[in-house]
């Protein structure tokens, strides 16, 4: 029953907020039609679907005055807070795996093959060392002397222009002569000086010999400039041996006849 009084009082409260809020009755005519509320309460002998209306108008309930001895009731609020619900924490972070943001580099060793330079050993041969002209050519053989009239002797050999010889004969190109070294001629064997037409090399015979030629010629003349067992050949007899444009012949040979 305390129930049913409690509802009823909480209908009547929100029935005249309701009219307040809208402004409120304000003449004779308004209030006559004051709205009706309709409660429905929950009849404590009925069945679980019966309901008891109750309907008050509000001019003909007058305001229930509480008596000095009345019970207080005391309106419990409605606990319409939800039970705490305990929520399990999901860990949806997995564990961070340990990352090296700074890994150490692998140590490369770079190993460069030896190059094996092998130098080139290049051997240079020496260059003969040509005899010059001044020198003084030796007999090859010893069975002849400067002096004497056998042997065979190496020298240089060259050509000239001819004219009259120290002998005393003119020369002319054309003839196969050879003028002997100043050495061989002043020094040759017999001469004692003087008159050089009676020197006993005049007109002596002499073969030569360069590279497989050979020429006969009559020595007939002197060399100031030969060396002593060079002999200077007329152009005629010098082409004999080799051409004039070779000019000067190293390694002849030539011996008395």
């Known amino acids: 029953m305390l129930s049913t009084h409690i509802l009823t009082i909480l209908a ?90 700074d890994p150490d580099p692998e140590p490369t060793t770079t190993s460069a093959k ?3 330079t092998r130098a080139a050993t290049t051997s240079t041969p020496d260059k003969p060392t040509k005899t010059s002209s001044t020198a003084e050519e030796t007999p090859t053989d010893d069975g002849g002397s400067s002096s004497g009239g056998s042997g065979q002797y190496s020298g240089d050999a060259t050509f000239y222009g001819t004219g009259l010889g120290a002998c005393g004969f003119p020369n002319k190109d054309t003839d196969f002569i050879a003028a002997a070294s100043k050495l061989l001629f002043d020094g040759f064997e017999g001469y004692t000086g003087g008159n050089p037409n009676n020197n006993p090399i005049c007109n002596k015979k002499v073969k030569a010999f360069y590279q497989g030629k050979s020429v006969t010629v009559t020595i007939t003349d002197r060399c100031e400039a030969c060396s002593k ?29």
Request: aromatic share 4%; net charge positive.
């Open 12 to 101: 009547l409260l929100a029935t005249s907020a309701s009219a307040l809020s809208m402004g409120g009755p304000s003449g004779p005519h308004q209030r006559r039609h004051a709205h009706k509320a309709v409660v429905g309460v929950r009849s404590p002998h009925g069945s679980e679907g019966a309901r008891t209306h109750l309907v008050a108008k509000r001019d003909v309930l007058p305001p229930r005055k509480r008596g000095i001895n009345a019970r207080r009731v005391e309106i419990k609020p409605k606990n319409t807070s939800a039970l705490p619900t305990s929520s399990t924490p999901s860990t949806t972070s997995a564990d961070p795996t340990p990352t090296d943001s």
């Open 229 to 257: 067992f060079a002999l200077d050949f007329s152009p005629s007899a010098f082409s004999q041996l080799a051409d004039q444009s070779i000019g000067r012949l190293h390694g002849m040979t030539w011996s008395f006849i």
């Open 114 to 116: 030896p190059t094996k």
